[in-house]
Nanobody, 121 residues
Framework: QVQLVESGGGLVQAGGSLRLSCAASGDTECISAMGWYRQAPGKERELVATITSGGSTNYADSLKGRFTISRDNAKNTVYLQMNSLKPEDTAVYYC???????????????WGQGTQVTVSS
């Protein structure tokens, strides 16, 4: 089993920045890919970004250039740097971990509890 704990969410004004962190514990040796997904009110959960243990990344097209995913394998931690935030970025952000590199949600075996990001206009 793997446990994921997110941190770093909060309230920020439009144009501001936030950095989310997700620390994995437990059977971390089985983790290959980690990622961030988000779910806005009334919408389905969607891809934000994923990263493999080797550092290969994938981003939602709409977020390229503003969001950056990174990973510290030694700390079993993945980060999401979010810049130039917009009100439409308001959502619950979930950390995910899985044993295969993928952008498909169902391929991720473990999920965090989510952290709220609210961007005010």
């Amino acid at each position: 089993q793997v446990q994921l704990v997110e941190s770093g969410g909060g309230l920020v004004q439009a144009g501001g920045s936030l950095r989310l962190s997700c620390a994995a514990s437990g059977d971390t040796e089985c983790i290959s890919a980690m990622g961030w997904y988000r779910q806005a009110p009334g919408k389905e959960r969607e891809l934000v970004a994923t990263i493999t243990s080797g550092g290969s990344t994938n981003y939602a097209d709409s977020l390229k250039g503003r969001f950056t995913i990174s990973r510290d394998n030694a700390k079993n931690t993945v980060y999401l740097q979010m810049n130039s935030l917009k009100p439409e970025d308001t959502a619950v952000y979930y950390c995910a971990a899985g044993s295969v590199p993928s952008v498909i949600q169902s391929d991720y075996d473990y999920w965090g509890q989510g952290t709220q990001v609210t961007v005010s206009s």
